[in-house]
Nanobody, 119 residues
Framework: QVQLVESGGGLVEAGGSLRLSCAAS????????MGWHRQAPGKQRELVAR???????NYGTSVKGRFTISRDNAKNTVYLQMNSLKPEDAAVYYC?????????????WGKGTQVTVSS
């Protein structure tokens, strides 16, 4: 069993910053890609950022230059630094990880953390 637990969401004014964290725990052999997705009310879930085990990153178009994803492999943790937040960044942010466990590779998701941006 593997759990992903997000933290760091909350309410921030437009132009402000937040840092999200997601820690993976459980029967983990290794973790490949880790990432963040978000879903706003009435919209589809979209990729925010992804990072490989080697540190290669890619970002959604709307967050490039404002958000930075990083990870600490020793802690099985991924971070998302969000700067210059806009009201349209408001959403539930979900952590995702491609985890290698004893029975193979599986995709795991956290329960999400709410980010609210006031204008």
């Amino acid at each position: 069993q593997v759990q992903l637990v997000e933290s760091g969401g909350g309410l921030v004014e437009a132009g402000g910053s937040l840092r999200l964290s997601c820690a993976a725990s459980g029967s983990i052999i290794s973790i490949n890609d880790m990432g963040w997705h978000r879903q706003a009310p009435g919209k589809q879930r979209e990729l925010v950022a992804r990072i490989s085990s080697g540190g290669s990153t890619n970002y959604g178009t709307s967050v490039k230059g404002r958000f930075t994803i990083s990870r600490d492999n020793a802690k099985n943790t991924v971070y998302l630094q969000m700067n210059s937040l806009k009201p349209e960044d408001a959403a539930v942010y979900y952590c995702n990880a491609k985890v290698v466990v004893l029975w193979g590779g599986m995709d795991y998701w956290g329960k999400g953390t709410q980010v609210t941006v006031s204008s």
